[in-house]
């Protein structure tokens, strides 16, 4: 077992030297990293058999893990390498062949001006109360912000942090906060039964890792009403979605209630993905920031949740701006390329015609000085 860790740690840091983000593990394939977005076998490895598979991950194991994991089909965990990185790793079974998925986790939190995260979203921190949501498709880096977003409320208030994750990700060291992180399937059995025990343990900022299902949503709202920041994630794309997404989880009958409860506890919505840089080093995350201003709050209540994309377009006075405005601005800024920010814009015709003006007024700027 001692000789198999070794072998899928040294994959594990071939992703991590190439600033990789996942390394998967599937009978009939060599060891797949994603780099930069695209898959690659990882050199000088042999296609992986499902006995093999099996002994590279159960290598990883404890007793209990493996049990768990050949009792219910399914495993997540962390995994971590010292001095390279952390790893949340998801085990599952396909066709009765073991598979892996290992998402790299480094140990260095990025400050939000390191992500480039809109100043708006900081200020998001500093609320005392309410529900700020970080949204996005799997994979674009709403764990990171989330812990930059953390990192920044330990560095600047004296507040109790209470985390709630599957598994712990990044590891955060007390600053000015009081921080504790705890781990489903080893600290509590689920997001559910750990926000119904929240409010006994004093605390004043909630992270949820991810709002599942309905009765998760409904005691983030309710932890959020009775005076909390809570911070948590949804695999949204944009603030109508994510809206509407937490309205229609809730059958009809329950709806209006919670129409209310969002319109007055929401905070703020950060909608992100993940562009390729121009330059081919890496990605970038291209940002959606919809602030809850008294307007949008009323939209929200009134049910015509389909009037705050217009609304988050016309509102960079408040901090709020488009997906697509955020990547108009990094084409302009030379950061990713026309076509790259195109392919992930949310209305392509719409990005077009806004990059189109938006040269328009550079040209004319330009004429005008000469």
Known sequence: MTDRRAEIESYMKFVVDRQGSDLIL?????????????????????????????????SLLTDQQR??????????????????ARFRVNLMFQRGTVTMVARVIPFTIKTAKELGLPPVC???????RGLVLVTGPTGSGKT????????????????????????????????KALINQRELGRDTHSFANALREVLRQDPDVILVGEMRDLETISLAVTAAETGHLVLATLHTTD??????RLIDVFPPHQQAQIRMQISV???????????????????????????????ISNLIREGKTHQIGSMVQTGLKQGMISLDQYLVYLVRNKVVSYQAALDKSQNPSEFETMYKEAEAEKAAAAAKQR
């Open 265 to 295: 506890n929401l905070v703020g919505i950060i909608s992100q993905t993940l562009v390729k840089r121009a330059d081919g080093s890496g990605r970038v995350a291209a940002y959606e920031t919809m602030k809850a201003t008294p307007a």
């Open 239 to 244: 603030a109508v979605q994510t809206v509407d």
């Open 144 to 175: 990171t912000t989330l812990a930059a977003m953390v990192h920044h409320i330990n560095q600047n208030r004296p507040v109790h942090i209470l985390t709630i994750e599957d598994p712990v990700e990044f590891v955060h060291t007390p600053i």
């Open 26 to 58: 599937k009978s009939g394939r060599r060891p797949i990293a994603r780099i930069f977005g695209d898959m690659t076998d990882v050199t000088g490895t042999p296609v992986m058999h499902d006995e093999l598979v099996r002994e590279l991950v159960f």
């Open 67 to 84: 049990e768990q994991f050949l009792r219910e089909y399914e495993l997540d965990f962390a995994h971590e390498i010292p001095g390279l």
């Open 122 to 128: 900081l200020e998001f921190c500093m609320r005392p």
